[in-house]
C-alpha cells in the first residue's frame, strides 16, 4: 500500500518556483504529529540526498544547496508536508521524495526538471 503520496513535480524554466506536496492518507494524525518530516532528491547517476527536514519540535534543516531558496511545511492536521522551491537552477533537477522518520515510509518520487 502507498503510504506517501507527492504530487507537484514538472518542467520549469530556471529562475522560476514549484511547489511539491506530500500527504498521507493512510497514517493516524498521532503517528503523522510524532514523526520528523523529510524531503530528499536524487538526481541521475547521484545518490539521494537529504534536502531539508522538519523535526516534531518544529525545527528545519536544509542542504547547504537549497538554503535560501527551499521551505519545508508540514500541517500535522492534514498529514502534509510541502516543498517550496523558488529561485530553481539545472542542478536541482531530480527526483524528489518525502520522507517520515517513523515509521520508515517514502514515496513514490516526483521529478522535478529545471531547463536552463
Known amino acids: 500500500q502507498v503510504q506517501l503520496v507527492e504530487s507537484g513535480g514538472g518542467l520549469v524554466q530556471a529562475g522560476g518556483s514549484l511547489r511539491l506536496s506530500c500527504k498521507a492518507p493512510?497514517?493516524?494524525?498521532?503517528?503523522?504529529?510524532?514523526?520528523?518530516v523529510e524531503w530528499y532528491r536524487q538526481a541521475p547517476g547521484k545518490q539521494r540526498e537529504m534536502v531539508a527536514t522538519?523535526?516534531?519540535?518544529?525545527?528545519?534543516n536544509y542542504a547547504d544547496s537549497v538554503k535560501g531558496r527551499f521551505t519545508i511545511s508540514r500541517n500535522n492536521g492534514k498529514r502534509t508536508t510541502d516543498l517550496q522551491m523558488n529561485s530553481l537552477k539545472s542542478e536541482d533537477t531530480a527526483v524528489y521524495y518525502c520522507h517520515t522518520r517513523t515509521p520508515d515510509y517514502w514515496g513514490q518520487g516526483t521529478q522535478v526538471t529545471v531547463s536552463s
Open positions: 493512510r497514517m493516524i494524525l498521532s503517528t503523522f504529529s510524532g514523526t520528523d
Open positions: 522538519f523535526s516534531t519540535d518544529r525545527v528545519t
